[in-house]
Protein backbone atom coordinates (compact mmCIF):
# COMPACT_ATOMS: atom_id res chain seq x y z
CA UNK A 1 0.00 0.00 0.00
CA UNK A 2 1.01 3.30 -0.28
CA UNK A 3 2.38 5.39 2.34
CA UNK A 4 4.40 8.68 2.79
CA UNK A 5 7.32 6.61 1.63
CA UNK A 6 9.71 9.67 0.43
CA UNK A 7 9.08 12.61 2.97
CA UNK A 8 10.23 10.00 5.94
CA UNK A 9 12.83 7.92 4.31
CA UNK A 10 15.78 9.55 5.44
CA UNK A 11 14.83 10.68 9.05
CA UNK A 12 16.47 8.12 11.91
CA UNK A 13 13.89 7.59 14.69
CA UNK A 14 15.59 7.74 18.06
CA UNK A 15 13.70 4.18 18.98
CA UNK A 16 15.50 2.67 16.07
CA UNK A 17 18.60 3.57 17.62
CA UNK A 18 18.25 3.91 21.94
CA UNK A 19 19.35 0.29 21.93
CA UNK A 20 23.00 1.19 20.86
CA UNK A 21 22.83 3.69 23.23
CA UNK A 22 25.07 3.31 25.98
CA UNK A 23 23.38 2.53 29.50
CA UNK A 24 23.68 5.48 31.54
CA UNK A 25 26.37 8.32 30.89
CA UNK A 26 28.13 8.40 27.86
CA UNK A 27 31.70 6.74 27.87
CA UNK A 28 34.47 8.50 27.01
CA UNK A 29 35.44 8.46 23.42
CA UNK A 30 38.31 6.09 23.53
CA UNK A 31 35.97 3.70 25.61
CA UNK A 32 33.36 3.81 23.23
CA UNK A 33 33.16 0.01 22.54
CA UNK A 34 29.89 -1.76 24.02
CA UNK A 35 29.86 -5.52 24.69
CA UNK A 36 26.89 -7.59 24.12
CA UNK A 37 26.00 -7.95 27.06
CA UNK A 38 25.40 -4.05 27.45
CA UNK A 39 23.64 -3.78 24.12
CA UNK A 40 21.53 -7.62 24.71
CA UNK A 41 20.60 -6.57 28.37
CA UNK A 42 18.29 -3.74 27.43
CA UNK A 43 17.20 -5.63 24.01
CA UNK A 44 15.86 -8.73 26.42
CA UNK A 45 14.16 -6.16 28.36
CA UNK A 46 12.13 -4.56 25.58
CA UNK A 47 11.34 -7.74 24.26
CA UNK A 48 9.66 -9.04 26.97
CA UNK A 49 7.67 -5.81 26.85
CA UNK A 50 6.64 -6.96 23.56
CA UNK A 51 4.61 -9.95 24.85
CA UNK A 52 2.28 -7.42 25.97
CA UNK A 53 1.63 -6.18 23.11
CA UNK A 54 -1.62 -8.24 22.53
CA UNK A 55 -4.14 -4.79 23.16
CA UNK A 56 -2.50 -1.64 22.42
CA UNK A 57 -4.59 0.56 24.77
CA UNK A 58 -4.26 -1.32 27.83
CA UNK A 59 -0.28 -1.67 27.56
CA UNK A 60 1.17 -0.77 31.67
CA UNK A 61 4.16 1.02 31.28
CA UNK A 62 4.94 -0.48 34.58
CA UNK A 63 6.29 -3.22 32.38
CA UNK A 64 8.95 -1.03 30.29
CA UNK A 65 12.01 -0.94 31.04
CA UNK A 66 13.16 0.83 34.11
CA UNK A 67 15.71 2.77 32.46
CA UNK A 68 16.57 3.74 29.25
CA UNK A 69 19.36 5.42 27.28
CA UNK A 70 17.51 7.66 25.93
CA UNK A 71 15.49 8.82 29.20
CA UNK A 72 17.61 12.18 29.87
CA UNK A 73 16.39 14.38 28.22
CA UNK A 74 16.80 12.50 24.67
CA UNK A 75 13.08 12.26 24.22
CA UNK A 76 11.24 14.83 22.67
CA UNK A 77 8.20 16.09 24.94
CA UNK A 78 10.17 18.14 27.38
CA UNK A 79 11.65 21.29 25.36
CA UNK A 80 12.50 22.96 28.55
CA UNK A 81 15.61 20.88 30.00
CA UNK A 82 16.86 19.95 26.56
CA UNK A 83 20.92 18.97 26.19
CA UNK A 84 22.52 20.96 24.39
CA UNK A 85 25.29 20.26 22.69
CA UNK A 86 27.97 22.32 23.76
CA UNK A 87 30.61 24.18 21.24
CA UNK A 88 33.61 21.87 22.44
CA UNK A 89 31.35 18.20 21.93
CA UNK A 90 30.16 19.76 18.92
CA UNK A 91 33.96 20.36 17.45
CA UNK A 92 34.94 16.93 18.73
CA UNK A 93 31.55 15.26 16.93
CA UNK A 94 32.03 17.03 13.39
CA UNK A 95 35.48 15.84 13.77
CA UNK A 96 34.44 12.27 14.29
CA UNK A 97 32.35 12.75 10.87
CA UNK A 98 35.56 11.71 8.90
CA UNK A 99 36.70 8.36 11.39
CA UNK A 100 33.23 7.29 11.02
CA UNK A 101 32.66 7.53 7.58
CA UNK A 102 35.70 5.77 7.11
CA UNK A 103 34.50 2.73 9.30
CA UNK A 104 31.21 3.26 7.10
CA UNK A 105 33.53 2.48 4.10
CA UNK A 106 35.35 -0.27 5.52
CA UNK A 107 31.99 -1.98 7.08
CA UNK A 108 30.08 -1.99 3.59
CA UNK A 109 33.07 -1.60 1.01
CA UNK A 110 31.36 1.71 -0.86
CA UNK A 111 34.01 4.21 -1.47
CA UNK A 112 34.71 7.38 -0.06
CA UNK A 113 34.16 9.46 -3.25
CA UNK A 114 34.61 12.91 -1.33
CA UNK A 115 33.94 14.76 2.13
CA UNK A 116 30.80 14.68 3.51
CA UNK A 117 29.09 18.38 4.91
CA UNK A 118 27.82 18.47 8.48
CA UNK A 119 26.69 20.92 10.41
CA UNK A 120 24.66 21.35 14.03
CA UNK A 121 20.70 21.30 13.77
CA UNK A 122 18.16 22.79 15.96
CA UNK A 123 15.54 21.76 17.08
CA UNK A 124 12.69 23.98 15.35
CA UNK A 125 14.97 24.04 12.05
CA UNK A 126 14.32 20.27 12.04
CA UNK A 127 10.69 20.53 13.16
CA UNK A 128 10.14 22.78 9.94
CA UNK A 129 12.44 20.74 7.68
CA UNK A 130 9.75 17.76 9.03
CA UNK A 131 6.95 19.73 8.12
CA UNK A 132 8.05 20.90 4.94
CA UNK A 133 8.29 17.54 4.07
CA UNK A 134 5.02 17.16 4.91
CA UNK A 135 3.65 19.56 2.66
CA UNK A 136 6.29 18.61 -0.41
CA UNK A 137 3.01 18.90 -3.00
CA UNK A 138 1.73 15.81 -4.04
CA UNK A 139 3.09 14.05 -0.32
CA UNK A 140 0.81 15.81 1.56
CA UNK A 141 -2.02 14.58 -1.35
CA UNK A 142 -0.60 11.12 -1.40
CA UNK A 143 -1.11 10.67 2.42
CA UNK A 144 -4.88 12.12 2.54
CA UNK A 145 -5.71 9.60 0.06
CA UNK A 146 -3.47 6.61 1.79
CA UNK A 147 -4.83 7.65 5.54
CA UNK A 148 -8.59 7.16 4.37
CA UNK A 149 -7.76 4.02 2.38
CA UNK A 150 -6.30 2.93 5.58
CA UNK A 151 -9.84 3.39 7.09
CA UNK A 152 -11.68 1.47 4.71
CA UNK A 153 -9.44 -1.23 5.60
CA UNK A 154 -9.87 -1.26 9.16
CA UNK A 155 -6.11 -0.25 9.30
CA UNK A 156 -6.45 3.25 11.32
CA UNK A 157 -9.43 4.20 13.19
CA UNK A 158 -12.20 6.23 11.25
CA UNK A 159 -11.14 9.62 13.47
CA UNK A 160 -7.39 9.29 13.08
CA UNK A 161 -5.61 12.44 11.79
CA UNK A 162 -2.87 11.01 10.42
CA UNK A 163 -1.03 13.73 9.29
CA UNK A 164 -0.67 15.40 12.68
CA UNK A 165 0.14 12.19 13.99
CA UNK A 166 3.34 11.71 12.01
CA UNK A 167 4.39 15.20 12.43
CA UNK A 168 4.18 14.94 16.43
CA UNK A 169 5.81 11.27 16.27
CA UNK A 170 8.80 12.22 14.63
CA UNK A 171 9.31 15.46 16.09
CA UNK A 172 9.48 12.91 19.52
CA UNK A 173 11.59 10.62 17.97
CA UNK A 174 13.87 12.03 14.98
CA UNK A 175 17.27 11.21 15.78
CA UNK A 176 19.49 12.55 12.81
CA UNK A 177 19.30 12.60 9.18
CA UNK A 178 21.35 13.20 5.53
CA UNK A 179 19.75 15.27 3.56
CA UNK A 180 20.03 14.02 0.40
CA UNK A 181 19.23 17.25 -2.16
CA UNK A 182 22.07 19.37 0.25
CA UNK A 183 24.41 16.32 0.37
CA UNK A 184 24.57 17.17 4.62
CA UNK A 185 24.20 15.28 7.60
CA UNK A 186 22.56 16.77 10.26
CA UNK A 187 23.36 16.27 13.92
CA UNK A 188 21.23 17.69 16.56
CA UNK A 189 22.06 19.59 19.19
CA UNK A 190 19.84 19.08 21.61
CA UNK A 191 20.79 14.94 22.11
CA UNK A 192 23.99 13.92 23.81
CA UNK A 193 27.47 14.44 21.80
CA UNK A 194 28.13 10.66 22.64
CA UNK A 195 24.49 9.20 21.47
CA UNK A 196 24.96 10.67 18.17
CA UNK A 197 28.24 8.89 17.10
CA UNK A 198 25.89 5.19 16.23
CA UNK A 199 23.36 7.86 14.99
CA UNK A 200 26.34 9.13 12.35
CA UNK A 201 27.47 5.87 11.52
CA UNK A 202 23.88 5.30 10.26
CA UNK A 203 23.32 8.63 8.53
CA UNK A 204 27.14 8.32 6.92
CA UNK A 205 25.85 4.80 5.25
CA UNK A 206 23.37 6.89 3.38
CA UNK A 207 25.99 9.66 2.29
CA UNK A 208 28.27 6.25 1.25
CA UNK A 209 25.09 5.32 -0.97
CA UNK A 210 24.28 8.38 -2.26
CA UNK A 211 27.87 8.83 -3.48
CA UNK A 212 27.89 5.47 -5.06
CA UNK A 213 24.07 5.21 -6.22
CA UNK A 214 22.34 8.69 -6.14
CA UNK A 215 19.93 7.83 -3.64
CA UNK A 216 17.13 10.57 -4.70
CA UNK A 217 16.70 8.63 -8.50
CA UNK A 218 17.85 5.39 -7.12
CA UNK A 219 14.39 5.12 -4.64
CA UNK A 220 12.59 6.47 -7.43
CA UNK A 221 12.96 2.82 -8.95
CA UNK A 222 11.85 1.46 -12.87
CA UNK A 223 9.79 4.36 -13.02
CA UNK A 224 13.03 6.43 -13.50
CA UNK A 225 13.54 6.89 -17.64
CA UNK A 226 9.75 5.50 -18.27
CA UNK A 227 7.64 8.41 -19.54
CA UNK A 228 8.69 11.75 -18.49
CA UNK A 229 5.39 12.63 -17.34
CA UNK A 230 4.54 9.43 -15.91
CA UNK A 231 6.76 10.10 -13.11
CA UNK A 232 5.15 13.47 -12.23
CA UNK A 233 2.00 12.52 -12.26
CA UNK A 234 -0.23 12.69 -9.18
CA UNK A 235 -3.34 10.87 -10.25
CA UNK A 236 -3.39 7.09 -9.29
CA UNK A 237 -2.89 4.75 -12.04
CA UNK A 238 -2.20 1.29 -12.15
CA UNK A 239 1.61 1.47 -12.75
CA UNK A 240 1.19 2.30 -8.76
CA UNK A 241 0.63 -1.58 -8.41
CA UNK A 242 4.44 -1.86 -9.21
CA UNK A 243 5.91 1.30 -8.02
CA UNK A 244 4.28 0.44 -4.32
CA UNK A 245 6.21 -2.67 -3.67
CA UNK A 246 9.44 -1.39 -5.58
CA UNK A 247 9.56 1.67 -3.25
CA UNK A 248 9.29 -0.19 -0.73
CA UNK A 249 12.20 -3.04 -0.84
CA UNK A 250 14.18 -0.11 -2.22
CA UNK A 251 13.61 1.47 1.04
CA UNK A 252 14.37 -1.23 2.91
CA UNK A 253 17.93 -2.06 1.06
CA UNK A 254 18.57 1.36 2.21
CA UNK A 255 17.87 1.57 5.65
CA UNK A 256 18.60 -1.92 6.22
CA UNK A 257 22.26 -1.39 5.25
CA UNK A 258 22.49 2.03 7.19
CA UNK A 259 21.03 -0.04 10.62
CA UNK A 260 24.09 -2.99 10.01
CA UNK A 261 26.55 -0.15 10.28
CA UNK A 262 25.17 1.23 13.10
CA UNK A 263 25.16 -1.98 14.88
CA UNK A 264 28.70 -3.00 13.53
CA UNK A 265 29.47 0.88 15.27
CA UNK A 266 27.99 0.19 18.63
CA UNK A 267 29.60 -3.47 19.00
CA UNK A 268 33.02 -2.98 17.53
CA UNK A 269 34.95 -4.47 17.47
CA UNK A 270 32.61 -7.71 17.16
CA UNK A 271 30.12 -7.45 14.47
CA UNK A 272 25.93 -7.96 14.02
CA UNK A 273 27.07 -11.05 11.60
CA UNK A 274 28.90 -12.79 14.75
CA UNK A 275 26.31 -11.75 17.49
CA UNK A 276 23.32 -13.46 15.92
CA UNK A 277 21.81 -14.06 19.09
CA UNK A 278 20.68 -9.94 19.32
CA UNK A 279 19.51 -9.55 15.64
CA UNK A 280 15.92 -10.64 16.63
CA UNK A 281 16.29 -9.13 19.61
CA UNK A 282 17.19 -6.33 17.90
CA UNK A 283 14.01 -6.21 15.80
CA UNK A 284 11.73 -6.80 18.12
CA UNK A 285 12.89 -3.81 20.34
CA UNK A 286 12.38 -1.70 17.50
CA UNK A 287 8.69 -2.41 17.23
CA UNK A 288 7.99 -1.79 21.01
CA UNK A 289 9.33 2.05 21.16
CA UNK A 290 10.70 2.86 24.76
CA UNK A 291 9.05 4.48 27.63
CA UNK A 292 9.68 8.08 26.10
CA UNK A 293 8.35 7.34 22.65
CA UNK A 294 4.21 7.49 23.57
CA UNK A 295 3.50 8.59 20.37
CA UNK A 296 4.58 5.54 18.75
CA UNK A 297 3.93 3.28 21.84
CA UNK A 298 0.09 4.42 21.53
CA UNK A 299 0.14 4.00 17.62
CA UNK A 300 -1.91 1.62 15.79
CA UNK A 301 -0.64 -1.54 14.76
CA UNK A 302 -0.54 -0.60 11.12
CA UNK A 303 1.71 2.71 11.70
CA UNK A 304 4.29 0.66 13.90
CA UNK A 305 4.79 -1.86 11.88
CA UNK A 306 4.98 0.11 8.67
CA UNK A 307 7.21 2.88 10.14
CA UNK A 308 9.46 0.25 11.33
CA UNK A 309 9.47 -1.82 8.14
CA UNK A 310 12.54 -0.72 6.10
CA UNK A 311 14.43 -0.85 9.36
CA UNK A 312 13.52 -4.25 10.64
CA UNK A 313 13.10 -6.54 8.04
CA UNK A 314 15.71 -4.80 5.92
CA UNK A 315 18.51 -5.59 8.78
CA UNK A 316 17.43 -9.12 8.17
CA UNK A 317 17.63 -8.80 4.63
CA UNK A 318 21.45 -7.09 4.85
CA UNK A 319 22.18 -9.99 7.20
CA UNK A 320 20.83 -12.88 4.83
CA UNK A 321 22.57 -11.35 2.13
CA UNK A 322 25.80 -10.94 4.46
CA UNK A 323 25.84 -14.80 5.33
CA UNK A 324 24.68 -15.63 1.42
CA UNK A 325 27.47 -13.45 -0.69
CA UNK A 326 29.61 -11.11 2.02
CA UNK A 327 29.73 -7.28 1.83
CA UNK A 328 29.55 -7.32 -2.24
CA UNK A 329 26.49 -8.89 -2.14
CA UNK A 330 24.99 -6.93 0.59
CA UNK A 331 25.96 -3.64 -0.18
CA UNK A 332 26.55 -2.64 -3.46
CA UNK A 333 25.39 -5.67 -4.92
CA UNK A 334 21.89 -4.89 -3.45
CA UNK A 335 21.63 -1.49 -4.97
CA UNK A 336 22.97 -2.76 -8.75
CA UNK A 337 20.26 -5.75 -8.23
CA UNK A 338 17.91 -4.40 -6.49
CA UNK A 339 14.60 -6.13 -4.84
CA UNK A 340 11.77 -5.41 -6.43
CA UNK A 341 8.55 -6.51 -3.53
CA UNK A 342 8.46 -6.60 -0.13
CA UNK A 343 8.37 -10.46 -0.44
CA UNK A 344 11.71 -10.59 -1.30
CA UNK A 345 12.88 -8.33 1.44
CA UNK A 346 10.70 -10.56 4.20
CA UNK A 347 12.19 -13.78 2.45
CA UNK A 348 15.58 -13.22 1.13
CA UNK A 349 15.87 -16.59 0.34
CA UNK A 350 12.83 -15.73 -2.71
CA UNK A 351 15.29 -12.67 -3.08
CA UNK A 352 18.62 -14.84 -3.56
CA UNK A 353 17.01 -17.93 -5.60
CA UNK A 354 16.13 -14.95 -7.89
CA UNK A 355 12.15 -16.50 -7.60
CA UNK A 356 9.87 -15.26 -10.36
CA UNK A 357 6.54 -14.90 -10.12
CA UNK A 358 4.11 -14.96 -12.50
CA UNK A 359 2.00 -11.65 -12.28
CA UNK A 360 -1.46 -11.42 -10.93
CA UNK A 361 -4.12 -10.90 -13.34
CA UNK A 362 -4.61 -6.74 -13.60
CA UNK A 363 -8.23 -6.08 -14.34
CA UNK A 364 -9.22 -3.46 -17.27
CA UNK A 365 -9.59 -0.69 -14.36
CA UNK A 366 -10.59 2.21 -16.47
CA UNK A 367 -13.21 0.19 -18.48
CA UNK A 368 -14.55 -1.91 -15.80
CA UNK A 369 -14.54 0.77 -13.07
CA UNK A 370 -15.73 3.76 -15.74
CA UNK A 371 -18.06 4.92 -13.22
CA UNK A 372 -16.28 5.28 -10.92
CA UNK A 373 -13.17 7.87 -9.76
CA UNK A 374 -10.04 6.65 -9.21
CA UNK A 375 -9.05 7.75 -5.88
CA UNK A 376 -6.09 5.48 -4.62
CA UNK A 377 -4.44 2.60 -6.48
CA UNK A 378 -1.97 0.41 -5.11
CA UNK A 379 -0.03 -3.03 -4.35
CA UNK A 380 -1.06 -5.38 -1.36
CA UNK A 381 1.90 -6.66 -0.94
CA UNK A 382 3.15 -9.56 0.94
CA UNK A 383 4.25 -7.06 3.62
CA UNK A 384 0.94 -5.77 3.64
CA UNK A 385 -1.07 -8.73 3.97
CA UNK A 386 0.82 -9.37 6.85
CA UNK A 387 -0.08 -6.19 8.70
CA UNK A 388 -4.13 -6.90 7.42
CA UNK A 389 -4.52 -10.16 9.09
CA UNK A 390 -2.56 -9.21 12.26
CA UNK A 391 -4.80 -6.44 12.52
CA UNK A 392 -7.88 -9.20 11.53
CA UNK A 393 -6.74 -12.10 13.53
CA UNK A 394 -3.35 -11.42 15.26
CA UNK A 395 -0.02 -11.72 14.78
CA UNK A 396 0.36 -16.10 14.69
CA UNK A 397 -2.01 -16.08 11.94
CA UNK A 398 -0.09 -13.51 10.10
CA UNK A 399 3.20 -15.22 10.49
CA UNK A 400 1.94 -18.23 8.98
CA UNK A 401 -0.16 -17.11 6.25
CA UNK A 402 2.00 -13.97 4.50
CA UNK A 403 4.69 -16.30 2.95
CA UNK A 404 1.91 -17.92 0.94
CA UNK A 405 0.94 -14.83 -0.66
CA UNK A 406 1.53 -14.27 -4.32
CA UNK A 407 0.68 -11.03 -5.23
CA UNK A 408 -2.26 -8.86 -4.92
CA UNK A 409 -3.49 -5.00 -5.85
CA UNK A 410 -6.68 -2.64 -4.66
CA UNK A 411 -8.26 0.37 -6.56
CA UNK A 412 -10.29 2.50 -4.43
CA UNK A 413 -13.16 4.59 -5.62
CA UNK A 414 -15.74 6.95 -5.62
CA UNK A 415 -19.19 6.69 -7.54
CA UNK A 416 -18.99 9.46 -10.45
CA UNK A 417 -22.57 10.24 -9.80
CA UNK A 418 -21.87 10.51 -6.28
CA UNK A 419 -18.62 11.74 -4.78
CA UNK A 420 -19.96 12.29 -1.57
CA UNK A 421 -20.62 8.59 -1.52
CA UNK A 422 -18.22 6.15 1.12
CA UNK A 423 -15.24 4.52 -0.86
CA UNK A 424 -15.61 1.91 -2.63
CA UNK A 425 -13.29 -0.85 -2.89
CA UNK A 426 -11.79 -3.39 -4.92
CA UNK A 427 -9.33 -6.11 -3.95
CA UNK A 428 -7.57 -8.81 -5.59
CA UNK A 429 -5.24 -11.33 -4.54
CA UNK A 430 -3.46 -14.61 -4.98
CA UNK A 431 -2.46 -17.13 -3.02
CA UNK A 432 0.28 -20.30 -3.18
CA UNK A 433 -2.68 -22.80 -3.62
CA UNK A 434 -6.60 -22.92 -3.42
CA UNK A 435 -6.61 -23.70 0.73
CA UNK A 436 -4.60 -20.72 1.55
CA UNK A 437 -6.44 -18.28 -0.72
CA UNK A 438 -9.71 -19.99 1.33
CA UNK A 439 -7.97 -19.42 4.81
CA UNK A 440 -7.15 -16.08 3.68
CA UNK A 441 -11.03 -15.27 2.68
CA UNK A 442 -11.95 -16.69 5.79
CA UNK A 443 -9.77 -13.94 7.77
CA UNK A 444 -10.83 -10.79 5.69
CA UNK A 445 -14.67 -12.03 6.54
CA UNK A 446 -14.02 -11.93 9.57
CA UNK A 447 -12.69 -8.30 9.82
CA UNK A 448 -16.29 -7.33 8.53
CA UNK A 449 -17.11 -7.39 11.93
CA UNK A 450 -14.36 -4.59 12.91
CA UNK A 451 -15.48 -3.03 9.94
CA UNK A 452 -19.12 -2.16 9.93
CA UNK A 453 -21.46 -2.16 12.28
CA UNK A 454 -24.15 -4.18 10.03
CA UNK A 455 -23.19 -6.89 7.71
CA UNK A 456 -26.11 -9.20 7.06
CA UNK A 457 -25.59 -12.46 5.09
CA UNK A 458 -26.99 -12.52 1.31
CA UNK A 459 -28.28 -15.32 -0.60
CA UNK A 460 -27.93 -16.12 -4.14
CA UNK A 461 -30.73 -14.22 -4.83
CA UNK A 462 -29.43 -11.27 -3.64
CA UNK A 463 -31.81 -11.05 -0.60
CA UNK A 464 -30.84 -10.99 3.57
CA UNK A 465 -31.01 -14.63 3.94
CA UNK A 466 -31.84 -14.85 7.69
CA UNK A 467 -29.91 -17.94 8.05
CA UNK A 468 -26.54 -17.05 6.95
CA UNK A 469 -23.59 -18.10 9.53
CA UNK A 470 -21.83 -14.65 10.95
CA UNK A 471 -18.90 -13.33 8.88
CA UNK A 472 -16.95 -13.61 11.13
CA UNK A 473 -17.82 -17.72 12.17
CA UNK A 474 -15.68 -19.38 9.21
CA UNK A 475 -12.21 -21.01 9.02
CA UNK A 476 -12.39 -21.69 5.27
CA UNK A 477 -14.75 -19.60 2.61
CA UNK A 478 -15.07 -20.73 -0.84
CA UNK A 479 -16.72 -19.77 -4.16
CA UNK A 480 -18.99 -16.60 -3.83
CA UNK A 481 -19.98 -14.81 -0.39
CA UNK A 482 -22.04 -11.59 0.16
CA UNK A 483 -23.08 -9.43 2.49
CA UNK A 484 -25.31 -6.21 3.45
CA UNK A 485 -23.77 -3.25 5.35
CA UNK A 486 -24.00 0.49 5.82
CA UNK A 487 -21.63 1.26 3.28
CA UNK A 488 -23.06 -0.87 1.00
CA UNK A 489 -22.57 -4.87 -0.27
CA UNK A 490 -19.36 -6.45 0.11
CA UNK A 491 -18.62 -9.77 -2.36
CA UNK A 492 -15.73 -12.31 -1.38
CA UNK A 493 -15.50 -14.59 -4.07
CA UNK A 494 -12.72 -17.43 -3.87
CA UNK A 495 -11.58 -19.46 -6.55
CA UNK A 496 -8.83 -21.88 -6.87
CA UNK A 497 -5.83 -19.47 -5.47
CA UNK A 498 -7.15 -16.37 -6.53
CA UNK A 499 -9.51 -14.24 -4.06
CA UNK A 500 -11.94 -11.25 -5.39
CA UNK A 501 -13.51 -8.82 -3.45
CA UNK A 502 -15.71 -5.79 -3.74
CA UNK A 503 -16.82 -3.23 -0.93
CA UNK A 504 -19.85 -0.88 -1.75
CA UNK A 505 -19.47 -1.35 -5.56
CA UNK A 506 -22.73 -1.44 -7.01
CA UNK A 507 -23.77 -4.94 -8.48
CA UNK A 508 -23.21 -4.02 -12.19
CA UNK A 509 -19.87 -3.02 -11.38
CA UNK A 510 -18.82 -5.94 -9.53
CA UNK A 511 -20.33 -7.99 -12.34
CA UNK A 512 -18.79 -6.72 -14.57
CA UNK A 513 -15.13 -7.20 -12.97
CA UNK A 514 -15.79 -10.36 -12.14
CA UNK A 515 -16.53 -11.51 -15.70
CA UNK A 516 -13.11 -9.66 -16.21
CA UNK A 517 -11.17 -11.24 -13.80
CA UNK A 518 -12.82 -15.01 -13.88
CA UNK A 519 -13.62 -14.94 -18.13
CA UNK A 520 -12.59 -18.41 -19.30
CA UNK A 521 -14.73 -19.62 -16.09
CA UNK A 522 -17.89 -17.05 -17.55
CA UNK A 523 -17.48 -18.30 -20.79
CA UNK A 524 -17.37 -22.44 -19.92
CA UNK A 525 -21.17 -23.28 -19.75
CA UNK A 526 -21.23 -21.82 -23.34
CA UNK A 527 -19.16 -24.01 -25.18
CA UNK A 528 -20.82 -26.98 -26.40
ZN1 LIG B 1 18.21 5.94 7.61
Known amino acids: MKFLKSAIGILLFTLLVSVAWPQNQPPPASS ?26 NRDPQTAPPQT ?20 EAKELFRSVDEILQFASQDTGLPIKHKVKRRLAKRDEVQSYIEKSFKDDKDAKRLERSSEVLKKFGLLPRDFDLSNFLVAMLREQVAGYY ?7 NLLNWLIAEQQKPVLAHELTHALQDQSFGLEKWMRGSAEGKDKKDKNREDPSPADVENDEETSARQAVVEGQAMVVLYDYSLAPQTLLNSPQIVEALKQSMLVGTPDSPKFRDAPIFLKEELTFPYRYGLDFTVALLRAGGKELAYAGAF ?38 PFDIGAMGEFDVD ?27 KPKANPSAPLALLYVSRWS ?15 LAQRYQKRQGLGTDGKIAEDAPPADSWRTLRGRHAWR ?37 KAAPAKP
Open 32 to 57: STKTVDELGLQVQDQTKDRSNQGNDQ
Open 69 to 88: SAGNGAGGAQADSETTVSPK
Open 179 to 185: DEKTKTV
Open 336 to 373: QNPPKTTREIMEPKTYLAHEKLEPVKMIDMEKDLKDYV
Open 387 to 413: VLVEQYAGQDQATAIYPEWRGGYYFSG
Open 433 to 447: NAAKAAEFAAIYAKS
Open 485 to 521: TEEGVVVIEVRGDAVLISEGLDDDTTKTVEADFWPEE
